[in-house]
């Protein structure tokens, strides 16, 4: 059992001899986090949009939008960031997927996600900061609010995953109402 707290974690830009084992577990159709992110995307469209995003990423350099999460030396999983149209009003839209489980459920996401809503604020002239979730994702609605974030958006019973219904969640975040 790692001792997660013990670890630094760092974001930073992803090199080429990362790409391999992200690969492997983007790519893979049995991974444990595909029960949890976007879970109502069917596999195979999951499966095909991570194969023409590891080609995109052997040949486009890192990008200030995107980082791997690294802990310990050992890159776990991604954060990244997309402004919403129209850009310059000042509306991003964060995400995470730590896609090791080994590194779930200690803290780790918790501070990627503080160091990501850190840097977005330093280098982007965001206003206000979301996350978008669903109903079932108890790890990731727990790690928004810890951040400060609230619920802004809730669309009842649209996402299905395994048979049941879930809402679909937005969480918000000010500028002005981050507490670093
Ligand atoms: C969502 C995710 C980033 C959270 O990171 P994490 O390192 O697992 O979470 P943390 O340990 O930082 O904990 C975050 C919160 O969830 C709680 N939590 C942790 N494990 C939990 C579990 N098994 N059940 C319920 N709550 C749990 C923590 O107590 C914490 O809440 P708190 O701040 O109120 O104490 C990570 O689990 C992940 O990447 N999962 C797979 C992909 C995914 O779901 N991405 C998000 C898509 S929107």
New binding site residues.
């Given amino acids: 059992m790692l001792d997660l707290q013990s670890l630094p974690v760092v974001l930073r830009d992803r090199r080429p001899e990362d790409l391999p084992s992200m690969g492997r577990w983007l790519t893979d159709p049995q991974a444990e986090?595909r029960k949890?992110?976007s879970p109502y995307t069917p596999a195979e469209q999951t499966t095909q949009t991570m194969q023409s995003y590891m080609e995109f990423m052997k040949v486009t350099p890192p990008e200030a939008d995107e980082r791997v999460i690294d802990v310990g030396g050992e890159v776990v999983?991604l954060v990244n960031r997309d402004e919403e149209d129209p850009a310059g009003a000042g509306w991003w839209d964060l995400g995470?997927?730590?896609f090791n489980p080994n590194?779930?459920?200690?803290?780790?996401?918790?501070r990627a996600l503080r160091l990501w809503v850190q840097d977005t604020l330093d280098w982007t002239d965001a206003h206000t900061l979301t996350f978008?979730?669903w109903s079932g994702?108890?790890?990731?609605i727990?790690?928004a609010?810890?951040l400060g974030f609230r619920e802004c958006m809730r669309v009842r019973e649209v996402r299905v995953v395994g048979g049941e219904r879930y809402d679909s969640l937005r969480f918000d975040l000010l500028r002005r109402e981050w507490q670093p």
Avoid: C, F, P
């Fill in positions: 986090w949890w992110d999983g995470i997927l730590i590194y779930w459920g200690g803290g780790v996401g918790g978008t979730t994702n108890t790890r990731m727990r790690a609010h810890s």
